[in-house]
């Protein structure tokens, strides 16, 4: 069963930037559709960037929350099973833990997951 792993977070300062990687313990390159989910405290995960990509890999698109656009930029790099998150002029409100998985269809179990605190 595919395991997902997260890393990258950290206590970063409203403003600054952190990156974010999703390593699957297995080929992504079949699902196409890949997402970088987040859960605050006292709140339901909720999903903030999806990628998509076609049969050969390449990026056919990239959505975001309306509370990340313009902020966050999601990528895949399906050679190293690898989704990544970069997240720049962080605010307090983006305080979670980040979570990767599919979007649609059965998830994949679910990682444990990175913090990412942004505080002063």
């Known amino acids: 069963q595919v395991q997902l792993v997260e890393s990258g977070g950290g206590l970063v300062q409203p403003g600054g930037s952190l990156r974010l990687s999703c390593t699957a313990s297995?080929?992504?390159?079949?699902?196409?559709?890949m997402g970088w989910y987040r859960q605050a405290p006292g709140k339901q995960r909720e999903q903030v960037a999806l990628?998509?990509?076609?049969?050969?890999?390449?990026?056919?698109?990239?959505n975001y929350a309306g509370s990340v656009k313009g902020r966050f930029a999601i990528s895949r790099d399906n050679a190293k099973n690898t989704v990544y998150l970069q997240m720049d002029s962080l605010r307090p409100d983006d305080t979670a833990i980040y979570y990767c998985?599919?979007?649609?269809?059965?998830?994949?179990?679910w990682g444990q997951g990175t913090q990412v605190t942004v505080s002063s």
């Open positions: 297995t080929t992504i390159s079949n699902i196409y559709h």
């Open positions: 990628i998509t990509s076609d049969n050969s890999g390449r990026t056919i698109g990239a």
């Open positions: 998985n599919k979007f649609g269809g059965p998830l994949l179990p």
